[in-house]
């Protein structure tokens, strides 16, 4: 099985990049999603986070107000890198299901969609690592016009991640999303070529159908040793 990592920043298009893979048939495991879903109601990562932070990010019917969360996390650091160590746990765990049930149902291909893919080290288990790079100021007026936002809250939000150059510099592949979506999709279309080659040895043996093999084979050779044995009276 393939793990391939897709990562970028806020505004930068990843987003659209993943949403092109999932047209195209290949499955996506999306932390954002995830993320959301352990911070439900109720739920184990919601318990721990209001209890830090208190019923104040609250929302009238009980759900957490993600963007109250937001404006605190973002402009404090030290109460950033607490929020991603409370839910941590539980987004590695939703990460971990999501590709074992793919990996159950036989998917060879799958891109795991993570904003924080180096700096949740994450990366290490992925191969290859796609980036989806903008230029900071195509950054900055994206993300400016998408959210509606003033310029210093959307700094804030950029500053608080890793920066896109260092990204890329640590990337199998990177996406040029500087263009338009025209632009961009013609650039996809190379990339899926790259994603969907065939399998490598080493990742066909970590597809189910490479632990079947190896299972089948066992199960062969037991059965070949056992009419030896069978055949010298052993």
Known sequence: MRIVGLTGGIASGKSTVSGLFKAHGVPVVDADIVARDVLKKGTGGWKKVVATFGEEILQADGEVDRPKLGQIVFSDPGKRQLLNRLLAPY?????????????????????????LLFEAKMDKWTKPIIVVWVDPETQLQRLMARDGSSEEDARNRINAQMSLDMKRSKADIVIDNTGSLDELKEEFQKVLHEVTRPLTWTEFWLSRQGAFSVLISIIIGVAVCKSFYDSYGL
């Open 91 to 115: 987004i590695s765990s939703g990460i971990f299901w999501q590709i074992f049930k793919l990996w159950m149902k036989g998917s060879k291909v799958i891109v795991l969609d993570i904003p």
